[in-house]
């Protein structure tokens, strides 16, 4: 993210990711001679108002920004089918791990849906700390290691937004 603050307080941002840019702020002038500058250097395409950005929707109202993950969680839902499981209020049980007694779980698995949990946690604050709990165990994960986790995803199936 590249930011040039002008001197009556104004601002212009300049955000970008891979191939996806984001050219947002209220220094409209500055906006507009950054646009007309790559577009002398490179093809680009003006998508306007800006709806999505890396899996995130995000929208503009008169009270602010809203970020959502949603379409996101539910994709992630499907893909581990949970959509078709009971949801649950809590996305933790509390309990003790117990590493002597427990068999391992499937490694790749484990670390693939944390990993996915994890970029889930930009937008979703209530779950960032079961995630970052889980997030400790992807080098050994156990069974019940992947309780919890499959506990979480039922929680988002009850609070997908």
């Known amino acids: 993210m ?8 104004k601002i212009a941002l300049f955000i970008v990711y891979v191939d996806d840019i984001i050219i947002t702020g209220d220094d409209y002038d500055q906006i507009k001679h950054l646009k007309s ?4 250097e490179f093809e ?11 899996g995130m929707k995000i929208a503009q109202t008169k009270n602010g920004i809203s970020i959502s993950q949603w379409k996101y969680t539910l994709d992630l839902l499907q893909e581990t089918r949970v959509l078709e499981c009971k949801t649950t209020n809590t996305p933790i049980e509390p309990a003790k791990r117990s590493e002597k007694d427990s068999v391992p779980a499937n490694k790749d698995r484990y670390q693939s849906l944390v990993g996915k949990l994890i970029y889930l946690t930009h937008t979703r604050l209530n779950i960032r700390f079961v995630v970052r709990m889980a997030s400790h165990y992807k080098a050994n994960p156990t069974e019940p290691d992947m309780r919890n986790v499959n506990r979480n995803l039922q929680y988002l199936k009850g609070t997908p937004s």
């Open 37 to 40: 500058l790559l577009a002398k």
């Open 44 to 54: 680009v395409k003006d998508l306007g108002q800006l709806k999505y950005f890396l």
């Open 2 to 9: 590249f930011a040039k603050h002008s001197v009556d307080g």
